[in-house]
C-alpha cells in the first residue's frame, strides 16, 4: 500500500507540477503478468487480499502469450489510474468482480469469455446458470494459488453455498464417493453447459454410461424403465436406501408393478395379500432374489423359470 500512498499525494497536491505517472510506468518492471506494471505500482505486494498471487496461477504463465494482463479482466481503466483532476474520489476500474460489485454480470463473463468461449463453455450463454445471472467469479477465485472450484477435494464447498439439498443427499449412507474425494460434482455436471440438468452428456442415462458401461446393454430383454432414465429408480447423490435406490424393493418395485398380478402358479412365488408369504414376508420382499437382472437380461428363453430379467 506505501506506493499507492504515495501516488495518492502525487495526484492530490502536487497535480500540476508532477511528472505524468504513465512516464513513471516505463521505468518500472512487472511483478508477475506481463505489462501489469501500470497496476503493481500501487497494487503491490503489500495489498491485502494477495492480489500478486494471480502470479501463482495458470495466468500467471507469462511464458504463454495467452495469458492475460490485468486490463484484460479488469479494462483498461484510465481514469482509475490516472485519477482526474476534478474528481472528489479515485473512479474504480473498468470492471470490478467483488460480491459488491456495479459490474453488470454480462459485462463481468465477457471479459473471461473473450478468452474462454470455447470448450466446455461453448453454450455457456444458454446454461441454467448464466440465467440465474450467476458470475464466473461466483465459482472462480482468481487471485489466490488455489482455485477451489478446480479441485476435487474442495470443489463441493463451491456448490454446498447455494445447493444444500445435494449437501444433504450426498452424505447420506448410499452415495457416490464424492465426499470421500473421489468423484466430484463435476464427473456427473458440466456447470458451465446446456445440456438438461447440466449434465456432463445430453441425457442422464449417457451420463452414467460413461462409467457404468456395462449397464448399456444392449440386452435381449430390456427393461422399460431403465432404457428411460436410471434417476426413475436412483438419486445419483445420495439416498438412505442400498443401492442409490429412491426406496427399497419391494416398494420401488411395487410403484409400477401391483403384486396381485405376480403370476401365482409358478410355486414359491408370493401369491396375494391376503396368504402367509404375501407381499410382506420374506420372499416378496426379495423381488431380487428371482429377478436378479434388474437392467436387463440377456436370456434367449423366455419361460416362467429363465425369463423376466431372471438370468
Ligand atoms: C495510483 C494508484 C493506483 C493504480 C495505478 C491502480 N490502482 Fe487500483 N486501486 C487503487 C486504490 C487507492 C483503490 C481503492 C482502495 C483499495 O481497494 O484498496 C484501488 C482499488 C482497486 C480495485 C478494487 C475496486 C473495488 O471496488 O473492489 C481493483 C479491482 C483495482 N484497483 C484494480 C486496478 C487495476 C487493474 C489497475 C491497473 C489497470 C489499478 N487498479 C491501478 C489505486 C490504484
Ligand atoms: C483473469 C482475470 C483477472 C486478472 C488477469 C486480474 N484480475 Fe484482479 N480480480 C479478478 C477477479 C475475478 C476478482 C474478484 C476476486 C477474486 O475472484 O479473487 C479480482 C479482484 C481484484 C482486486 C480486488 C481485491 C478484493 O477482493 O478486494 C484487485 C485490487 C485486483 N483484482 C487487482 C488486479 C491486478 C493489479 C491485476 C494484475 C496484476 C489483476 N487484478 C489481474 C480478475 C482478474
Ligand atoms: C487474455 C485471455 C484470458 C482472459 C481474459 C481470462 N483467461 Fe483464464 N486462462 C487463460 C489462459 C491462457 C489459461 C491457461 C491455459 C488454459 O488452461 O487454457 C487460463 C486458465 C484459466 C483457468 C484454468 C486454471 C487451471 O488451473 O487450469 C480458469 C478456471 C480460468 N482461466 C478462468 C478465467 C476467468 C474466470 C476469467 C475472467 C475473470 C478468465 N479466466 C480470464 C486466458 C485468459
Ligand atoms: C457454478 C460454478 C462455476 C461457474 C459459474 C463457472 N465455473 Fe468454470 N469451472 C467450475 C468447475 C467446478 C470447474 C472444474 C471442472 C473440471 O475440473 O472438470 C471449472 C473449470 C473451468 C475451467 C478449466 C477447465 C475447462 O473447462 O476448460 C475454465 C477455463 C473455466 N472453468 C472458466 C469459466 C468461465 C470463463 C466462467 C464464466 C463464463 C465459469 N468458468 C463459470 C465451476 C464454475
Ligand atoms: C452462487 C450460487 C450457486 C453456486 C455457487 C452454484 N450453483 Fe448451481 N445453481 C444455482 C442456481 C440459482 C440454479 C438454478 C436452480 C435452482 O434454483 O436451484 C442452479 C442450478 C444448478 C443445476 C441444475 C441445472 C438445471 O439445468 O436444472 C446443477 C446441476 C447445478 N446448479 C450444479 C452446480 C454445481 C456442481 C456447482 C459447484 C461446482 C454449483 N452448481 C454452484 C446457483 C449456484
Ligand atoms: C453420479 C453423477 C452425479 C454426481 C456425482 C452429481 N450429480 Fe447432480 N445430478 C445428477 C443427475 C443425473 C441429475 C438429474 C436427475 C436428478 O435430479 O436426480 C442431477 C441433478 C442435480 C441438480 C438439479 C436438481 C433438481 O432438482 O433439478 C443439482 C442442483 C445438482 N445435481 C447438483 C449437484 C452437486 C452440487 C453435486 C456435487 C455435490 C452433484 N450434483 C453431483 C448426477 C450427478
Ligand atoms: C465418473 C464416473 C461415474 C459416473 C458418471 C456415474 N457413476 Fe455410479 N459409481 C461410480 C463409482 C466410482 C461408484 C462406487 C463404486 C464402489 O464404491 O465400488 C459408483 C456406484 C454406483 C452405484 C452403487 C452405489 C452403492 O451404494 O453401492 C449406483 C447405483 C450407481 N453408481 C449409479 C449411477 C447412476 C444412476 C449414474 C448416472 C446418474 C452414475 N452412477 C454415474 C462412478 C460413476
Ligand atoms: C427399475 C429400477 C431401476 C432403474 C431404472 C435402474 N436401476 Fe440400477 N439398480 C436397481 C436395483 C433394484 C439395484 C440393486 C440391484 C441388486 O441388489 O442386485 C440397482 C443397482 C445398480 C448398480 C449397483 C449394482 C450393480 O449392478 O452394479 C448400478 C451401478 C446401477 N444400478 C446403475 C444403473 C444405471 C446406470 C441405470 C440406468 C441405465 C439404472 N441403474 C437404472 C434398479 C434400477
Ligand atoms: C417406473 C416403473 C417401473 C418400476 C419402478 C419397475 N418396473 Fe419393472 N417394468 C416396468 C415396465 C413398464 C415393464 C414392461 C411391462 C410390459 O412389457 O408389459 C416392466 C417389466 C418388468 C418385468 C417383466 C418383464 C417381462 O418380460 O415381462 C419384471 C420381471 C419386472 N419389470 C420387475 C421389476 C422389479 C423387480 C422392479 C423393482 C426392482 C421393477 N420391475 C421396477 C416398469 C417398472
Ligand atoms: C421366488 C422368485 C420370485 C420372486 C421373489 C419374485 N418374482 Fe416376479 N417372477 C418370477 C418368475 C419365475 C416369473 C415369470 C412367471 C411367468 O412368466 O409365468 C416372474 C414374473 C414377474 C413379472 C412379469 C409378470 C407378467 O405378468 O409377465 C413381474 C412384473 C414380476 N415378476 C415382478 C416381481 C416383483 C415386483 C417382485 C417383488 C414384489 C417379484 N416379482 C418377486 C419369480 C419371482
Redesign the pocket.
Known amino acids: 500500500m506505501t506506493n499507492r500512498l504515495v501516488a495518492g499525494i502525487l495526484c492530490a497536491g502536487w497535480m500540476a507540477a508532477a511528472v505524468p505517472l504513465y512516464a513513471q510506468d516505463a521505468a518500472r518492471k512487472d511483478l508477475v503478468l506481463r505489462g501489469d506494471a501500470q497496476c503493481t505500482r500501487c497494487h503491490d505486494a503489500e495489498d491485502n487480499p494477495a492480489v500478486l498471487a494471480i502470479g501463482k496461477t495458470r495466468h500467471g504463465t507469462t511464458a504463454d502469450g495467452r495469458t492475460p494482463s490485468c486490463v484484460n479482466c479488469h479494462g483498461a481503466s484510465e481514469t482509475h489510474i490516472n485519477k482526474p483532476a476534478d474528481a472528489k474520489e479515485r473512479p474504480g476500474p473498468e470492471r470490478t468482480f467483488s460480491k459488491k460489485s456495479t459490474t453488470p454480470v454480462a459485462a463481468r463473463n465477457q471479459a473471461c469469455l473473450t478468452c474462454h468461449q470455447g470448450g466446455n463453455r461453448i453454450h455457456w450463454q444458454s446454461s441454467t446458470h448464466a440465467s440465474r445471472d450467476l458470475a464466473c467469479s461466483s465459482c472462480h477465485q482468481i487471485h489466490t494459488a488455489h482455485d477451489k472450484a478446480r479441485n476435487k477435494q474442495t470443489q463441493t464447498e463451491v456448490c454446498f453455498q447455494c445447493h444444500k439439498e445435494q449437501r444433504a443427499q450426498v452424505n447420506r449412507p448410499s452415495h457416490h464417493p464424492v465426499m470421500e474425494g473421489k468423484m466430484s460434482c463435476s464427473s456427473c455436471h458440466n456447470v458451465h453447459g446446456d445440456n438438461p440438468k447440466q449434465l456432463v452428456r445430453a441425457s442422464v442415462n449417457e451420463t452414467c454410461f460413461s462409467c457404468h458401461t456395462e449397464k448399456r446393454g444392449p440386452f435381449v430383454h430390456n427393461h422399460q424403465p431403465v432404457q428411460e432414465d436410471c434417476s426413475i429408480c436412483h438419486n445419483p447423490h445420495g439416498t438412505t436406501a442400498a443401492n442409490l435406490l429412491k426406496s427399497r424393493?419391494?416398494f420401488l418395485?411395487?410403484q409400477c408393478?401391483s403384486?396381485t398380478?405376480?403370476?401365482s402358479?409358478?410355486s414359491?412365488?408370493?401369491t396375494g395379500r391376503t396368504t402367509s408369504n404375501s407381499?410382506s414376508g420374506s420372499?416378496?420382499?426379495?423381488?431380487l432374489?428371482?429377478?436378479t437382472n434388474i437392467h436387463g437380461s440377456n436370456s434367449t428363453q423366455n419361460?416362467?423359470?429363465v425369463?423376466?430379467f431372471?438370468r
Open positions: 424393493p419391494p418395485c411395487q408393478h403384486h398380478s405376480h403370476p402358479q409358478a414359491g412365488l408370493p407381499l420372499v416378496a420382499r426379495g423381488c432374489n428371482c429377478h419361460s416362467a423359470t425369463g423376466r431372471r
